[in-house]
């Protein structure tokens, strides 16, 4: 450290834009849209602070316009993996040694980067190729990116301010040193905030990375890697690989140096890298940190005394926007038959309100679902729905991918609480309500909780203190985001720290102090300062 014990800038969130129309940043973001759905843009890998293109690439896709093609990214082979590696390993010697302010910098001009210069292009790649709305786009890829990086700066000082007490004649101290290794970042494609933060927060403690983003979010990545760039961030601290994911996991596992994982995605994903470091335990210098946020099928539960329109709008946005492709989304409602009547017209009032298509268009509300393999799963799910006896769909149920992977936004009501839409996690535009009898209420609480494997966020309504209460403690094991009369989405970084426990995931709450903690090995340092010349105790004479 240099000279000082330096404050950081109080971090505090950063604003949304209401991209209302007519204003200057609506126009800006479309332009810069517009713009970049004429390019070819070629996207290179990152190793070392060098570009690589092998020349085998893939085609990029908007998910709403799925034969035009936006631009291409290139596939790593097995010997840049290794090299990233190598070269991440050489970046540690300086960056791990770097003064913690002056890391800090760099992730503070990062983030007031993509305040101002940066902003438009990166939601621009957002809509484009993850297809997210201009509102969806602005509150991850801008905001909650930007607030990642300002909030963990200020919980790594807390961090390293936290110090242990010393004694007369001692010193102690605790050193907060950056894992010793690398360590892999592997990221989902619905969330550019999610994408940047995983190899953000480990690289701010003075770790170097192998980062790995979903094939289906290398546009913003990209973008993601130019900011970093742009804000100096040292060759090879963050090294970006693309390519076949299931090559570049078994390189990265089977290494000795490998430090720890820093992974968003499927349950099943990680629960295949917590096998495969098991398995390989012995060969690595340390134990790894495995830190993983993984899948949810989250839940809304309203009482009788709650209010049905506040409801209907949890659902409404709750499960369908961003296309339901959020971990935390509703996909599974309990609803007391006395409200069912309100509840339902105010949902199919609003569902029928929906724009569907291009975000282009900022007044579409809906945009398409990320790809062939989802739009597939879940068209499958919606014609299954229309066999089953036990589930009726009150409205969507159609799809179409002549232009885009759309899917209808689909409201399913079950007469089986277990029916398999209540339990699987689907990632898209569907939601399955179960109609209970309004005496079962607190018998429904144990089926919300007793449901699913996941435990990622779920949403309560009443307007009684006394449910509110039971309801609290009943789940308490059912999500680790607990909403009280409120949607189950938009945790917002320093206010909501976000992370589920259960099939959920580690729950070490990304953007928080006890997410930064497991990027750092603690050394405790002990300082005698008249170091005693007699092995006697006193009484010893
Ligand atoms: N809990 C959270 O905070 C959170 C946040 C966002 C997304 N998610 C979850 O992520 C999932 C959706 O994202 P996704 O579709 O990108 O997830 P995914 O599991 O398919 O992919 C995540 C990452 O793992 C890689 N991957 C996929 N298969 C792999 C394999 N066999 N070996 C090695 N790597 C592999 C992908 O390329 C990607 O980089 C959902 O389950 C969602 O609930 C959770
Ligand atoms: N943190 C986000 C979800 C991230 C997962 O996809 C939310 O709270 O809605």
């Known amino acids: ?53 092998t020349g085998n690439t893939v085609d990029i896709h908007p998910p709403h316009d799925n034969k035009h093609c936006v631009g291409k990214y290139h596939i790593a082979e097995k010997e840049h993996i290794e090299l990233a590696i190598e070269k991440a390993a050489e970046a540690r010697i300086k960056w791990a040694s770097t003064s913690w302010e002056h890391r800090a910098a760099i992730f503070l001009k990062a983030a007031d980067l993509l305040a101002g210069p940066f902003r438009y292009r990166m939601n621009a790649a957002t809509m484009m190729a993850q297809s997210k709305n201009v509102f969806q786009a602005e509150i991850d890829s801008a905001c909650e990116l930007i607030d990642f990086l300002r909030f963990n700066v200020q919980f790594m000082t807390e961090i390293y301010s936290n110090q242990p007490i010393s004694s007369p004649g001692f010193w102690n101290r605790m050193e907060y040193r950056p894992l010793e290794g690398f360590v892999y970042a592997i990221t989902p494609f619905n969330f550019t905030a999610i994408a940047g933060n995983l190899p953000a927060a480990p690289a701010m403690m003075g770790n170097v ?24 961030l040292p060759d090879g601290v963050i090294n970006l690989v693309t390519g ?53 099928k989250d839940f809304i539960w309203a009482h009788p005394s709650s209010n049905a329109q506040e409801v209907a709008t949890a659902i409404s946005r709750g499960a369908f926007e961003y296309q339901g492709q959020k971990c935390s989304a509703a996909s599974r409602a309990y609803i007391p038959k006395s409200l069912w009547g309100d509840i339902k017209k105010a949902i199919l009032n609003d569902i029928n309100s929906f724009k569907m298509g291009s975000p282009e268009d900022p007044s579409n509300f809906i945009n398409a679902v990320i790809d062939k393999k989802a739009f597939t799963k879940l068209s499958g799910y919606l014609d299954q729905a229309k066999k089953d006896a036990d589930a009726d769909i009150i409205i969507g149920g159609g799809y179409d991918d002549s232009k885009g992977y759309f899917i209808e936004p689909t409201v399913i009501v079950t007469t089986n609480p277990k029916y398999t839409t209540m339990c699987t996690e689907l990632f898209g535009p569907i939601i ?70 259960r099939a959920s995931g580690t729950n070490d709450k ?14 405790t340092i002990k300082e005698t300062f008249v170091p005693p010349t007699d092995y006697r105790y006193p009484f010893l004479g």
Do not use: C
């Open 510 to 523: 990304a953007g928080s102090v006890w997410n930064l903690l497991r990027w750092v090995n603690n050394r």
């Open 432 to 501: 399955t309500l179960y109609i209970y009898e309004d005496k079962d209420w607190e018998a429904v609480l144990e089926l919300v909780d007793s449901t699913s494997e996941y435990a990622l966020t779920g949403a309560i309504f009443s307007g009684d203190r006394y449910v509110i209460e039971l309801a609290t403690k009943k789940l308490e094991n059912a999500a680790g985001n607990f909403y009280i009369n409120d949607k189950p989405t938009g945790a917002v970084v320093g206010q909501q720290p976000f992370g589920g426990a």
């Open 1 to 53: 450290m240099g000279n000082g014990f330096f404050n950081v800038p109080v971090a505090i969130n950063e604003p949304v834009k209401g991209y209302a129309p007519g204003s200057p940043e609506r126009e800006a973001v479309l332009t810069t849209y517009k713009k970049m759905y004429k390019e070819q843009v070629d996207i290179p890998f990152y190793i070392g602070g060098k570009e690589y293109r």
């Open 244 to 296: 076949n994911s299931g090559m570049i996991t078994d390189t990265i596992l089977a290494n000795k140096d490998f430090a720890g994982v820093h992974f968003t995605g499927s349950t099943a994903v990680f629960n295949s890298f917590w096998e495969t470091i098991g398995k390989n335990i012995n060969h690595y210098k340390s134990y790894p940190r495995i830190v993983g946020e993984t899948g949810g």
């Open 209 to 232: 990375v192998v980062w790995k983003p979903a094939a289906t979010q290398v546009y913003s990545a990209y973008v993601i890697m130019e900011l970093f760039k742009a804000a100096g």
